[in-house]
């Protein structure tokens, strides 16, 4: 398995995984990036600056992957625009969940925030979705009390911020 930059003929397959994660956990449709307008045109919403989105391949088949990006602010004269990126559409294939990728592309996201001049890095997350919860602690992420931004996820009802500076 590889990690790579996406490509524009992987918007298809990741959209896929990310819509059948949601079906296969029930998880709310509205309020999420299952509803995202861009969902099927990730490939060129990362071309935007200070944004990366990677996957996972693995023999030609993408299996999942991760983003970063400027978190979206409600008030865009905030001067933390420029300082907080937002970890964003973490979805994996069950056949690679609890390989050690998901760390090893957050690792890369950070790295990559950390280039583009970010100290914060926000994520948002639903409450049942434990397992990712306890990887993001573990990875130095702590739980906030309320969202961040302009997401559009209110459904996400977990946030969470790690300092990366």
């Given at each position: 398995m590889q990690i790579r930059k996406i490509q524009q003929n992987d918007?298809?397959?990741?959209a896929k995984i990310i819509r059948a994660v949601f079906h296969e956990?029930?998880?709310?449709?509205?309020g999420t990036a299952y509803a995202d307008p861009v969902l099927d045109t990730l490939f060129e919403v990362y071309?935007?600056?200070r944004s990366v989105y990677y996957v996972v391949e693995k023999?030609?088949?993408?299996?999942?992957?991760?983003?970063?990006a400027?978190?979206?602010?409600?008030n865009p004269v905030q001067s933390e625009t420029s300082k907080v990126c937002e970890l964003q559409k973490m979805y994996f294939a069950p056949e690679i969940r609890g390989t050690g990728y998901a760390e090893k592309i957050i690792k890369l996201c950070l790295?990559?925030?950390?280039?583009?001049?970010f100290e914060i890095c926000y994520l948002e997350t639903l409450s049942f979705m434990i397992p990712a919860q306890k990887l993001y602690e573990r990875m130095g992420f702590e739980p906030i009390d309320g969202p961040m931004g302009?997401?559009?996820h209110n459904s996400c009802?977990?946030?969470?911020t790690k300092k990366i500076v």
């Open positions: 918007n298809d397959s990741i956990l029930d998880a709310p449709k509205v071309q935007a600056s023999n030609g088949s993408v299996l999942g992957g991760c983003g970063i400027p978190l979206e602010m409600q790295e990559f925030a950390t280039t583009q001049g302009n997401t559009g009802e977990v946030w969470m």
